[in-house]
């Protein structure tokens, strides 16, 4: 697999945070922070947050941490992702994640400006979780959508919820006004999850999914961070 290499994204994050407009969180540049063009207007108009404020590791314990993904977990990410896919309405992919896939997918996030943090215990990731944009347009700038995912054989022991408050957290400290959390019903554990966290049901979308033969409901839920 090729390596992937953060150094470009740092610099465009940095060069584009010494231009926002810090009441308003967002950037005021459109040059050089959203893809402006003079022949096509505004290609892309993404929130640039602040630098992270997880830039070292949250302990947990002797053994276990929070940390910000790192190029080299796209292998253990792919791995506690794809039994989901295959067994699962939890993701409504239908084909496991190659490795490659997925280091693009996380280099995608990250150069998107977007927090994915994974919970590591004795040098191995077990969990992950992380925001991408709710939608595109502009004015949808400032809500994110959450995902979080832990390694089957890790759960009930509440990392999901830890680190799903980490996330939030980070998302609050970059400026996002709102989260929105979509899951496949029925799910049960994610019901528990997002009440316990202060989430509301904002929406069902019936039979918005289509896996394993049949039709699945997919429910939206929102927090205001």
């Not at 039709?215 to 839920?221: E, G």
Request: overall charge positive.
């Amino acid at each position: 697999m090729n390596n992937i290499h953060w150094t470009h994204v740092l610099s465009v994050a940095a060069s584009c945070v010494s231009h926002r407009d810090r009441r308003a969180s967002r950037c005021t540049d459109q040059a050089a922070c959203s893809g402006f063009t003079p022949d096509r207007g505004p290609v892309h108009f993404a929130l640039i947050p602040p630098h992270p404020s997880i830039h070292r590791p949250i302990q947990l314990g002797l053994s276990g941490m929070i940390r910000p993904v790192r190029p080299e977990d796209a292998e253990a990410i792919a791995a506690i992702y794809n039994p989901y896919v295959r067994t699962t309405t939890i993701s409504l992919e239908d084909e496991p994640m190659p490795v490659v896939d997925m280091a693009a997918r996380i280099q995608s996030i990250v150069a998107a400006h977007f927090p994915f943090l994974v919970w590591e215990e004795d040098g191995k990731v077990v969990a992950y979780a992380y925001a991408s944009s709710f939608r595109p347009r502009a004015g949808y700038r400032f809500t994110a959508e959450s995902s979080v995912y832990v390694d089957a054989a890790c759960q009930a022991r509440g990392i999901g919820s830890r680190l799903y408050v980490a996330l939030l957290d980070e998302l609050r400290s970059r400026g996002f006004h709102s989260v929105v959390g979509v899951a496949t019903t029925p799910n049960d554990k994610s019901e528990r999850l997002h009440e316990r966290l202060g989430f509301t049901k904002a929406a069902v979308m019936r039979q918005a999914g289509w896996k394993f033969g049949q039709w699945w409901d997919v429910l939206m839920w929102q927090k205001a961070l």
